[in-house]
C-alpha cells in the first residue's frame, strides 16, 4: 500500500524507519506491473535502475539524513517525457527524437535530486506537449484511471494518471496552456503552473517559450507545495528565469482563508460549461464563503480571444522552437540528395500530424506579408488580456474559476476536430498568456454512465488563480478547501 | 471564412516540411477553419495597445563571462544520426 502514500506520509514513515526507499519503489513498480497495462502512462522506466536509487536513499536515511534539507528523500517520482534527466531516453512522445538519451539533467532534475527524490520513469504525453488528450502521441494513448475508455487530459496525461493511478507518489509536467491543470483536473489529481519564471526551464524541451512552465502533480495540496519549494528559483541557464526569493511554500497552508477575496470571472460561467462542473465549482465557492472568504463578481473582458491569441502565439514560437529537429545533431534522420531535402524528408516522417499543423500554422502567421496581421496583433490582445487579469487582481487576491469546460471526453471524441480539442483549453490559457501562477484541485465528481458499474464518476477540477508570485495564497486556498472536504480522499483504483 | 492566399506548399516549403498531397489537402482544409477562428482578433480594438513578448521582461540578464565546464565531443555527438571524426556528417553542401 506505500504506492497510495502521499510525498508527506511517506517521507514521515521513512524518516522513522518504519519503511525503506526500496519497499516503497518496490510497490510503486508493482503497481505499474499490474494496471499500466491499462492506463498506459508509462512510455519507459528502468526498475533495476530505480532499486538502485532507492538502496541509495535508505543508505542515506541509516546515515542519518535530514529530511528538512532534502524533503523528497526516498520518494519515487516520474517525469513528462520532455524533460532531461541524464543518460535516459526523452523523446518528447515524437519519433523525430529516435534513440535520443539526454546527454545532462534539467535544472529541475538537479534540484530533484538534490532533495533525495527517485527519478525512475518517462511519462506519456501529445507529441511535444501538443495536445489536450494524449491522443496525439506517437507511442500510445494513455487512459483515465477512472474510466479507461476516456482520455487523462492532455498535454501531461501520463503525469496526471500515473499520479492518479498511484503509480508513483509525484510528477512532473509541463503547462503552455493548460497541460498541467486540465489533465490534474480529469484525473483527480493536484496540478500546478508556477508563475511564468519562477522555475528554469534548463532541460525542458521547448514548446512555446514565453508560455511554458514547469510544474508538479501530486495527490495533495502540501505535496505541492513542498515539490515547488524544491523546483523554484532563479537559475543563470534561464535567461527568463526571475530573481525572486522562493519562500518556504508548505508554511504557508495555515488553514485560515478568513478574509481572503475571491472573484468569480462572468465570462467563465456561461455557454459550453457541463452543468455538473457548475454545479460542483457553484458548491465549493459557497463552501469557501463558509471558511470566511469573500466572493464576488470579476470582469475579464478579453476571455473570447484567449483561444484566438493562443494559437497564434504558441504555434508561432513551436514553429522556431522546432526548427533545431533537422536530423542533423540528434534524433532519427531520413537521407535527402541535399540538406534542404533531408530537412524536409526527416520533419515529414519524423512529427506526427498535429506537430505538423502548428508548424505550418505558425510559420504563416510569422510569415511575410501576414506577421503583423495575425502574430503582432495577437501580441497586442494578449496585452489586453493580461492587463484584465491585474485589474482584476486590484480588486480581489484570486480568481475561482472551473479548470476545464467539462469532464474527460471519451477517446476519439475530439480528434478529428483540432479546433474542438482547442476549445477545451478555453479556461486555462489565460493564465499562461497573463503569466499567472494557477493550481487546479479536485472539488467534487460528475455521475457516469459506465457498463458493470453503476457508480462510475469522473473528477472535477477547481480552478485557482493567482497574482504574478502568489503562489503562497492560492495554495493556502487549496489547502483549506482540500482539508475540509473529503474529494482528495477519494482514489480511482 | 479562410484566409485568402493561404498556399500549403509555400508555407510548407518555409516550415521545411515534406508533405503527401493527401496531408496538404487535409492541412490545407483544417487550418483554413482555424484561420477562420483566428480571424475574430480582427475586432478587437488594438489602437495604442504595445505588443507582449513576455509576461516579465527581463533586460541585460548577465552571468560573469568565467569559462564553465560544458559537454565534450564524444557527449555532444552521442545523438548524432551521422557522425566522423568527431564531426555532425550532412549531404554535400558546395558542389
Redesign the interface.
Known sequence: MLHRLTISELTARLARREVSAREAMQACLNQIADVDGDIRAFISHDPADALTQADAADKAIIAGADFARQPLLGVPMALKDVLAVKDQPLNCCSKILGNFRSPYDATVVEKLKAAGALIFGRLNMDEFAMGSSTENSAFQTTRNPWDTARIPGGSSGGSAAAVAADECIASLGSDTGGSIRQPAALCGCVGLKPTYGRVSRYGLVAFASSLDQIGPFTKDVRDAATVLEVISGQDQRDATSIPQPVPPYTKALTGDIKGLRLGLPKQFMVGGLDPEVKRAVDAAVTHLQSLGATVQEVSLPHTDHDVAVYYIIATAEASANLARFDGVRYGARVDGADPLEMYGNTRGAGFGAEVKRRIILGTYVLSSGYYDAYYLRAQKVRTLIRRDYLRAFEQVDVIVAPTTPTPAFKVGEKSGDPLQMYLSDIFTIGCNLAGIPGLSLPCGFAPTAKPGMPHAKLPIGLQLLGKPFAEETILRLAHAYEQSTPWHQERAL | MS?PD?N?KY??????????PE?EQQ?GA??G???G??E???E?D?TG????????P?VN?F?TDEPRPG?STE??L?????QSSGL?V????VE
Do not use: D, G
Open positions: 484566409a493561404f500549403i508555407v510548407a516549403h518555409l516550415a521545411r516540411l515534406k508533405l503527401s496531408e492541412l483544417q487550418l477553419h482555424i484561420l477562428h483566428i475574430k482578433l480582427k478587437v488594438v495597445v504595445e505588443p507582449t513578448a513576455h509576461a516579465f527581463l540578464v552571468r559537454l557527449e555532444a552521442r545523438n548524432a544520426p551521422k555532425f550532412v549531404p554535400k553542401v
